[in-house]
């Protein structure tokens, strides 16, 4: 649950992103409350993925900037001002966030073990027999205690994606970011990956998700927000976005996806 009295664990002002000249995000704010799960849906194109992105790190907004754990993503503090951060840093900066995309971008050549145990080793300097221990302990969370020295190509897609979920979670991120992480998934396999983000929302991680899963998204999520060309539209419960859309974008949007039963 929220707690209003908390400063917020990703604070989101007025961020606005272009690319050649056209905005994709325009001036958008919002908060995560620690522990909150908050769902971003909307049509193709409208910004969800570059907004993840830039809580992330790997875009650069504009304009406007982004708190995690009251910390600015992707600058550092250099006497009175502020300088963008490089390399390495960026790195660790990127690290306050765990980000899961459609695409696992396993390392094909590694073990699953070895692929969880990469950046705490290279990026945090974390000792191998350590960070292959934790990696362990995170397979076996996320049900794969039985694959620690299977190569990717061995596993299923359902099964990759949950190591993804594993070496996202190894670099301690204080958010998690869920870019459309069952959207590449055969069917039968999508269940197996939400059982583990709904995992880490009843454990109280504080996420941000792209989802076209509704039902899922209605289930888990505290707020669902609704962005079109950039800008939310609008936000609330679940209850309120998917039962009483207040606008007709949202409406016509909702109609087009499918409907969670209600
Ligand atoms: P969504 O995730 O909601 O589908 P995106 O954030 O991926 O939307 O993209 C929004 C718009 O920005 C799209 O029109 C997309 O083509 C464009 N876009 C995203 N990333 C880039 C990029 N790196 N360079 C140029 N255009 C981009
Ligand atoms: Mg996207």
Redesign the pocket.
């Known amino acids: 649950m929220s707690d209003l009295k908390e400063d917020p664990m990703i604070y989101v002002h007025k961020v606005t992103k272009s ?2 000249g ?1 905005p ?2 325009s001036d958008v704010s919002f908060h995560v409350h620690k522990g909150e799960v908050v769902t971003l849906i ?10 993840l ?1 830039c809580i992330n790190h790997l ?1 650069v907004p504009d304009s406007g900037y982004i708190l995690v754990d009251n910390e600015l993503i992707g600058y550092r503090e250099h006497g009175d001002d502020f300088v963008e951060v490089t390399g390495g840093d960026s790195a660790k900066a990127r690290a306050r966030g765990g980000m899961v995309f459609q695409r696992f971008n396993l390392f094909q050549h590694l073990t699953v073990t070895e692929n969880v145990a990469l950046a705490p080793r290279e990026v945090l300097g974390v000792p191998k027999s350590q960070a292959m221990a934790r990696a362990h302990a995170l397979l076996d969370r996320v049900g794969l205690a039985h694959r620690f020295d299977n190569y990717p190509s061995q596993l299923s897609g359902g099964e990759q994606q949950r190591v993804a979920i594993a070496r996202a979670l190894a670099m301690n991120p204080q958010v998690m970011l869920f ?1 459309e992480a069952t959207s590449a998934l055969d069917p039968e396999r999508v269940g197996e990956v939400l059982d583990v983000i709904r995992e880490l929302a009843d454990e109280g991680m504080t996420m941000v998700m ?1 989802t076209h899963e509704m039902a899922f998204a209605h289930e888990v999520s505290d707020r669902v927000l609704f ?1 079109a060309d ?1 800008g939310i539209i609008e936000e609330g419960t679940p209850e309120q976005v998917f039962g009483a859309p207040r606008h007709e974008r949202t409406r016509a949007f909702l109609s087009r996806v499918s409907q969670p039963a209600s």
């Not at 909307?42 to 907004?51: E, H, I, N, R």
């Open positions: 690319f050649r056209s994709v995000v909307g049509p193709s194109g409208a910004g969800k993925s570059t907004l992105r875009e870019d792209v962005l950039g």
